[in-house]
């Protein structure tokens, strides 16, 4: 994969033919590739994350107990009132204060003390807190009737969520999950922040060697909206399969009376 | 919390985080507003112009909007008069945020445009009221209603935005706990701190809003059971 995009970018220099800023678009082509890549890691990984921690938080949150609702309501409130830019510097920067934990070990050395997993830990807390409030709408916004059915039919509490609950609350939640990973997407820029190497950091990283600004943050934006522009067109085939019995009639079918 | 004599400083980060996010506010209103009137108009130009405003600006991250503006537009003054003019960090991002915030507000207005009914802009009309005086009379004052909660998330959520200009050494709250962090070397305390401040700025915004909604919708409460 690497060798073919070093040929397709020696190509394209070739093509470009010192023309600028095109022939430095093509040399830097790989390091710029790499930095999607990296940025989609980040966003898929932290997402899968960040959607098993807000399941619980979610759940947690709808319940009526004190010593469940409230750490849960506190969990949100805190990550989604303050900057991702606290949280990232919280994590990376933060927990090196603590004596104890640079003393971990392995834990340390390579998880914590790393950029890449610290960016990690901040994208996935963050996108949680979002991610269980939408679920927590989504929860209460299942029809009463389909519970009540769930219930009449004597299914369990937890066989009630597992078959019927979760499943429509997923499906309630997937327009709006799909802005939280745009949203996801535009703060990923930050892991760059971190000494990472992601589309914003990479574009950088050019930057400084070839003070070609305008040029590579254009066309880091560009990439930035192609990227977007990918995820919602995957959030809108998902939810066409899911959320199949909301599709809107074809207009051949309206004439049909 | 032992804040080693730093507090000060967070403080003074605070009141230029206040600024900027204020001064950002008001730029992005006037641009959501210009943007929601581009967005309705009949002239087929104006409408494209809005939605790639809006299409663009949902994709771009803000933080690349604040380098860009920060380094790409003194290097564009410089290609066009030929002299170095520094942009002043503020200035940047006062620039990026409110056009951040306007791409958002464009949708709000726009939607909130198009909840306010006809006739009563048809009754303006009927009455001999100006287009101008329409505008500020009528449909303004109904508009803030409607787009009040749409715009209250939209702050909240560029105030957090604002903690990004310190990436170009702009002396707010986020830039001060990151040199007390670093003079301190107590990392976690400080950005523990800043955290703090952020959620006391949210609580109080969401408080003000809150009071906002209540005396825009002043004329509706009645009207519900």
Redo the contacts between chains.
């Keep these: 994969m690497s060798e073919l995009v070093v040929l397709l970018s020696e190509w394209l220099q070739t093509l470009a033919g010192g023309a600028e800023p095109w022939a430095s678009y093509a040399r830097y082509l790989p390091r710029i590739l790499d930095g999607v890549w990296l940025t989609l890691e980040l966003i898929v990984v932290s997402g899968l994350i960040g959607l098993a921690i807000a399941l619980p938080i979610a759940l947690m949150r709808i319940t009526h107990n004190p010593w469940l609702w409230m750490p849960a309501y506190g969990y949100i409130?805190?990550f989604r009132?303050?900057?991702?830019?606290?949280?990232i510097?919280?994590v990376y920067?933060?927990?090196?204060?603590?004596e104890s934990l640079r003393e971990t070990g392995w834990l340390w050395t390579e998880v914590l003390s790393q950029p890449y997993w610290c960016a990690i830990i901040a994208f996935s807390l963050n996108t949680a807190a979002y991610s269980a409030e939408l679920l927590r709408g989504a929860i209460l916004a299942v029809p009463r009737g389909e519970i009540e059915a769930a219930r009449s039919l004597g299914l369990p509490r937890a066989t009630q969520y597992r078959k019927i609950i979760l499943p429509r609350a997923f499906g309630i939640i997937l327009p709006a999950y799909g802005n939280e990973v745009?949203l996801m997407?535009?703060?990923?820029?930050?892991a760059?922040?971190i000494t990472l190497l992601d589309l914003?950091g990479a574009t950088?990283n050019v930057?400084a060697r070839t003070y070609m600004?305008?040029e590579f943050?254009?066309l880091?934006?560009f990439l930035?909206?192609l990227?977007?522009?990918v995820l919602i067109g995957l959030f809108r085939v998902a939810e066409h399969f899911i959320n199949a019995h909301r599709r809107v009639p074809r207009r051949k079918a309206a004439g049909l009376k | 919390m032992d804040l080693q004599g730093f507090g000060h400083l967070l403080l003074s980060g605070t009141w230029v985080t206040l600024q900027l996010a204020f001064t950002s506010l008001f730029f992005g209103l006037m641009l959501g507003l210009a943007g929601a009137a581009a967005a309705i108009s009949p002239i087929a130009p104006l409408r494209w112009l809005a939605t790639t405003y809006n299409?663009?600006m949902?994709?771009?991250?803000?933080?690349?909007l604040v380098?860009?503006i920060y380094?790409?537009a003194t290097?564009?003054i410089e290609r066009i008069t030929g002299s170095f003019v520094e942009i002043n960090a503020f200035v940047a991002g006062v620039a990026a945020l409110s056009i951040a915030f306007g791409a958002y507000a464009t949708e709000v207005f726009r939607s909130a445009l198009l909840e306010i009914p006809k006739g009563q802009r048809e009754a303006a009309v009927a009455l001999g009221l100006r287009r101008w005086d329409t505008f500020r009379r009528i449909v303004l004052p109904q508009l803030w209603r409607v787009a009040l909660p749409g715009l209250g998330n939209l702050f909240?959520v560029l105030l957090?935005?604002?903690?990004?200009v310190?990436?170009v050494g702009l002396d707010d709250l986020?830039r001060q706990?990151?040199v007390a962090?670093g003079f301190t070397?107590?990392?976690?305390?400080f950005?523990?701190a800043?955290?703090g401040i952020?959620?006391i700025l949210?609580?109080i915004s969401m408080q003000v809003i809150q009071r906002l909604e209540r005396w825009a919708n002043r004329g509706y409460q009645g009207a519900r059971a």
């Design positions: 409130f805190f009132g303050t900057p991702l830019l606290v949280q510097f919280l920067y933060g927990l090196s204060q603590f745009i997407l535009k703060g990923s820029a930050l760059s922040t914003m950088r930057i600004n305008m943050f254009l880091a934006g930035y909206l990227m977007a522009a | 299409t663009l949902r994709g771009i991250p803000e933080l690349l380098l860009i380094f790409g290097e564009l909240l957090k935005d604002t903690a990004l310190s990436v986020m706990a990151y962090a070397k107590l990392p976690f305390t950005y523990m800043a955290a952020y959620l949210t609580i």
